[in-house]
């Protein structure tokens, strides 16, 4: 839609504003800013209609909830916008609103009756889009169903699709690609085959050989270069807390291009000590990426070669770190000079890695997931030394990474479906095989994990949409069924 790539934060965190506390109708509680209020009305009920606030100008956009009919939009830059409202089975016309510093522009919505199937390129969740996944989909030619067998029918290989793939890629990526069956085996190989002695995505015990068969002719038959592009619609919202979403505020800032062909994709976004927030673009340009949101001031950072950057954090010096997906490197940025310093996760140059999500210590040492290669890694911040720790369990692709109080890093092994701890004095792992892959899916993926203040480690099943909890003190674990179809919890 827009000639930018886009980063979703939550304006609670970025501006410091108390938005569950505002009344009905205000102007902007920061000096500076204003508001839009009105209500939102349609000849069907709905409920948790999405208001976006677009200012061309700056590159932003706020997103509000209606809660009962009504929205409101506070602290908002002044200037123009463009307003419309999203909500799957409705339609509205776009509506200009000029926003001033210390005043309330009041804006109504009427919604029209719209086709409950999606459309391609409209962004938004699947309350608007009315499908599922992570992507929006932009290819006009596009079948949607609601029918899933007429997305995947049926046939001995849609199971190992299911179960091996999709599992990852989610439901509608798939049925979106037409290839040959010369271009499946590739496409196979690529992520089953080890090749130069790296890790390979599908772990061993996953896909038996023949299950690779019948996959490969299932989908060499059911998405060949002639076959029509499908996906799946959905006809059932996901529940919504209209009244909790009605007192929050989303910020979406487009991240500028660097370069004629620049293609910026965010990824991890990061606050400093100073309110700024830090993140990686993988795309074109590849770097590193600071935004002042509340200047909407960008600074680019780009890497010397393409390394796509994935995780990121900044220690206590203000000091960027990152991990690198290509070349087997991570690297630091001083914000203060410029200066860019990249190094190697393995010195020796023994291991295949790619790393992945870093994170700081109390003491200010680096650690590292080294999703390929099966590594933990510790930058020492007094000596430099890069120490690799190896997990037990064989490729288990360590993606994201935390710490508990007691200072052990707690890491998430996405493709054994595990939660591990690292104890860094007495350098031993212990792992944690979730519920899920005890009881239903042995293969399950969990993409990261965090730890509460409590000690309590939380976790999602990416592949099974399930959010879950451990005590490390008592070994105990639950886990909630997401109320969502196709649901895929990233991060917690």
């Given amino acids: 839609m827009f000639d930018r790539s886009h980063v979703n934060i939550a304006k609670l965190v970025l501006l410091g504003c108390a938005i569950a506390y505002a009344p009905s109708t205000t102007a902007g509680e920061i000096a500076g800013t204003g508001a839009v209020t009105g209500t939102v009305t349609a000849s069907k009920p709905f409920t948790a209609a999405q208001v976006y606030l677009r200012n061309a100008e700056k590159g932003v956009t706020f997103m509000v909830y209606t809660a009962g009919g009504k929205y409101q939009a506070v602290n908002l830059y002044p200037g123009e916008y463009e307003l419309?409202?999203?909500?799957?089975?409705?339609?509205?016309?776009?509506?200009?609103?000029?926003?001033?510093?210390?005043?309330?522009?009041?804006?109504?919505?009427?919604?029209?009756?719209?086709?409950?199937?999606?459309?391609?390129?409209?962004?938004?969740?699947?309350?608007?889009?009315?499908?599922?996944?992570?992507?929006?989909i932009t290819e006009k030619d596009v079948e949607f169903h609601t029918d899933y067998n007429k997305v995947y029918p049926p046939g001995p290989g849609r199971e190992v699709l299911e179960r091996v793939?999709?599992?990852?890629?989610?439901?509608?990526?798939?049925?979106l690609k037409t290839l040959d069956r010369a271009g499946w085996d590739a496409a196979i190989n690529m992520m089953s085959k080890?090749?130069?002695?790296?890790?390979?995505?599908?772990?061993?015990?996953?896909?038996?050989?023949?299950?690779?068969?019948?996959?490969?002719?299932?989908?060499?038959?059911?998405?060949?270069?002639?076959?029509?592009?499908?996906?799946?619609?959905?006809?059932?919202?996901?529940?919504?807390?209209?009244?909790?979403?009605?007192?929050?505020?989303?910020?979406?800032?487009?991240?500028?291009?660097?370069?004629?062909?620049?293609?910026?994709?965010?990824?991890?976004?990061?606050?400093d000590n100073d309110g700024n927030v830090w993140m990686t673009d993988r795309g074109s340009r590849n770097g590193i990426v600071k935004l002042d949101p509340r200047t909407v001031k960008w600074e680019t950072y780009p890497?010397?070669?393409?390394?796509?950057?994935?995780?990121?954090?900044?220690?206590?010096?203000?000091?960027?770190?990152?991990?690198?997906?290509?070349?087997?490197?991570?690297?630091?940025?001083?914000?203060?000079?410029?200066?860019?310093?990249?190094?190697?996760?393995?010195?020796?140059?023994?291991?295949?890695?790619?790393?992945?999500?870093?994170?700081?210590?109390?003491?200010?040492?680096?650690?590292?997931?080294?999703?390929?290669?099966n590594r933990l890694a510790k930058y020492d911040a007094k000596t430099g030394k890069i120490s690799l720790y190896e997990p037990p369990t064989l490729s288990s692709y360590p993606y994201g990474a935390d710490k508990d109080k007691e200072g052990n890093i707690w890491i998430s092994q996405f493709t054994q479906c595990r939660m591990a701890k690292f104890d860094p004095k007495e350098e031993?792992?212990?792992?944690?095989?979730?519920?899920?892959?005890?009881?239903?899916?042995?293969?399950?993926?969990?993409?990261?994990?965090?730890?509460?203040?409590?000690?309590?480690?939380?976790?999602?099943?990416?592949?099974?949409?399930?959010?879950?909890?451990?005590?490390?003190?008592?070994?105990?674990?639950?886990?909630?069924?997401m109320p969502v179809a196709f649901a895929e919890p990233y991060d917690i």
């Fill in 194 to 271: 080890r090749i130069n002695g790296a890790d390979v995505a599908v772990p061993p015990g996953k896909m038996s050989p023949k299950d690779r068969q019948l996959l490969l002719d299932y989908l060499a038959t059911n998405m060949g270069q002639n076959a029509k592009k499908r996906a799946l619609a959905i006809t059932e919202d996901m529940p919504l807390d209209e009244g909790a979403l009605g007192k929050a505020m989303y910020v979406e800032y487009e991240m500028p291009k660097v370069g004629p062909n620049g293609r910026p994709i965010g990824q991890n976004p990061y606050f």
């Fill in 84 to 136: 419309t409202v999203g909500r799957r089975g409705f339609t509205s016309d776009s509506q200009k609103v000029t926003v001033q510093a210390g005043a309330t522009a009041k804006a109504d919505v009427v919604l029209k009756d719209a086709d409950l199937m999606p459309k391609p390129g409209i962004n938004g969740p699947s309350t608007v889009v009315a499908y599922p996944g992570r992507a929006t």
């Fill in 303 to 373: 890497l010397p070669e393409r390394g796509i950057p994935h995780g990121i954090t900044v220690d206590s010096k203000g000091i960027v770190w990152w991990g690198e997906t290509v070349g087997s490197k991570f690297g630091r940025l001083d914000p203060k000079t410029g200066k860019m310093d990249r190094y190697s996760i393995d010195p020796t140059g023994l291991f295949k890695t790619r790393g992945h999500d870093p994170i700081v210590d109390a003491e200010d040492n680096i650690w590292l997931t080294v999703i390929r290669g």
């Fill in 428 to 481: 031993v792992f212990t792992e944690y095989p979730v519920l899920t892959a005890y009881e239903e899916d042995q293969f399950c993926l969990i993409r990261r994990g965090s730890v509460d203040k409590n000690g309590i480690v939380w976790y999602g099943v990416f592949s099974n949409g399930k959010i879950g909890k451990l005590d490390p003190a008592t070994g105990k674990m639950v886990e909630y069924k």
């Fill in 165 to 175: 793939c999709m599992s990852c890629h989610g439901v509608n990526f798939y049925s």
